[in-house]
């Protein structure tokens, strides 16, 4: 391997027009990696490598014996150290599965180059540009990377001295409609800088402060020209910018199995296992998961990144990991209902007057369906969450409404609902008395109070549940 010393001693005096060196990196853990807050961060021969995970759904690992993994979405930067520019990056990939050139884009001013197909051996492929600081690879399937080999040459003339430009980071994400806090650039020399972003509908940058317009991708930049006494330099860093959803509704519209982050705070509602009932304050939603540790009453805080995942048309969000708690104890307070119906769908609510002609099931057997009535209406009911079973009778069922129909995408067929029982209370009717009365012994006294087993020809006293007559038995 070259060593970067080396080669800029060889063309420091040489000027712009200097012969192109070349070095390379190995991106294994052959190098020292250093995790940040969306990745990890290398420097090696004076050439940063930093990784960051965009808007992959999978946080990334630090490289092993074998390669940098670059998931799909994750991007991979290279920034050359000040007073050089880069023209040409190999990168070689050594994925098991078979990969394509159009599995990876690069950063504004840069060619793609190569093809590959095979997942057998390693290949090559990267891109070339008439002389830059810094490439951004942004991965669009998993790439493997096991190396980079970096053609470069120096800008700098005999007299002139390094003008230092460079950014705290070079991989960031913005939220849509959060605050976004640009990354620092250091300007030692204080040198005149004109700031540009490569995607305007994406992010405008003034003076180093970002606004952001739209979710995308953007490469922020800070030049300063060449003067007598420095070279010219360009820092920049890349920007992508998610969109946060504002509704549970417009939330799901991402698609299965796709991520969005959440920009809405949740009221949890109810917890049973990996069941997680949470609410807007309008809408419901089921945040699934197991050992998410939250408790009701937790507000979870817009701003975490999610994966919309129905199953068998039950909508679900499952978190890619949640944020900090700071707001618990909050009050739900539930909606009453005489029916359910498909816009109910992980909602607690409580349904009135439920009667059930039997005992309900009981703990022992979660799937056996049980049903009851309110009015007219059937409502079925699974003891998902192992409730209690009680006695027939009318009682108002706090429940939570769910949705199961095999394969299902959406929830359409109303005959897929399923209620689960979460605590039964018991009512007292009219109907109930009657009933409890007309099914309660019979006994005889005469008149004077005494109780006869067997009465015969005469007048008794005779006394059913809480209703008590005269009559002459002959």
């Not at 408790?295 to 919309?308: C, F, L, R, S």
């Amino acid at each position: 391997m070259k060593k970067l010393l080396l080669t800029l001693a060889a063309v420091v005096g040489l000027g712009f027009a200097a012969n192109a060196a070349e070095v390379t990196i190995a991106t294994t853990n052959a190098i020292t990696w250093t995790a940040t807050s969306d990745g990890f961060t290398a420097t090696s021969d004076g050439f940063t490598l930093t990784m960051a995970k965009g808007t992959s759904s999978t946080a990334l690992v630090t490289p092993d014996a074998t390669a940098a993994r670059i998931y799909q979405g994750s991007t991979f930067t290279i920034t050359a150290p000040d007073g050089v520019v880069m023209e040409k990056v190999a990168m070689t990939e050594v994925h098991s599965k078979g990969t394509q050139l159009s599995h990876a884009s690069f950063s504004e001013g840069w060619t793609a180059y190569g093809q590959l197909t095979s997942s057998t051996k390693a290949e090559e492929f990267g891109a070339t540009s008439d002389g830059l600081t810094s490439i951004t690879m942004t991965a669009g399937k998993q790439l493997r990377v096991s190396q980079v080999v970096i053609t470069y040459t120096s800008v700098l003339s005999g007299d002139q001295e390094p003008a230092g430009l460079s950014f705290d980071e070079t991989a960031v994400t913005a939220v849509e409609g959060q605050a976004f806090t640009a990354p620092t650039l250091n300007n030692p020399n204080n040198l005149p800088v004109v700031w540009s972003s490569s995607d305007e509908a994406v992010a405008t940058v003034n003076n180093g402060a970002v606004t952001i317009k739209g979710a995308g991708t953007t490469t922020i930049s800070a030049k300063s020209e060449e003067t007598t006494e420095f070279g010219a330099c360009n820092a920049s860093y890349t920007l992508t910018v998610v969109k946060a959803y504002k509704t549970v509704a417009d939330f799901y519209t991402v698609g299965a199995k796709n991520n969005g982050v959440i920009g809405f705070d949740l009221t949890v509602a109810y917890v049973n296992g990996t069941y997680n009932y949470a609410t807007t304050g309008t809408e419901w939603t089921l945040v699934y998961g197991y050992d998410l540790g939250l408790k009701v009453g937790d507000v979870i805080p817009a701003g975490w990144e999610g994966t919309y995942s129905p199953f068998s048309g039950l909508p679900e969000i499952a978190p890619v990991k949640l944020p900090e708690i700071t707001e618990t104890g909050k009050t739900v307070t539930f909606a009453e209902a005489t029916d359910v119906t498909l816009d109910m769908i992980n909602q607690v609510v409580v349904l009135k007057g439920v009667k059930f002609d039997a005992a309900t099931i009981g703990a022992d057997d979660a799937k056996t369906e049980f049903t009851g009535t309110i009015g007219e209406s059937s409502i079925k009911f699974l003891n998902k969450f192992k409730t209690a079973s009680v006695e027939k009778g009318t009682y108002n069922v706090t429940c939570a409404v769910s949705y199961y129909v095999k394969g299902a995408t959406e929830a359409t067929d109303a005959t897929g609902l399923q209620v689960f029982p979460i605590a039964y209370e018991a009512v007292s009717t009219g109907i109930d008395n009657i009933e409890a009365a007309d099914n309660a012994p019979v006994e005889y006294f005469n008149l004077q109070g005494v109780r006869v087993a067997n009465p015969e020809n005469g007048l008794y006293i005779r006394r059913q549940g809480n209703k008590v007559t005269k009559v002459i038995v002959k």
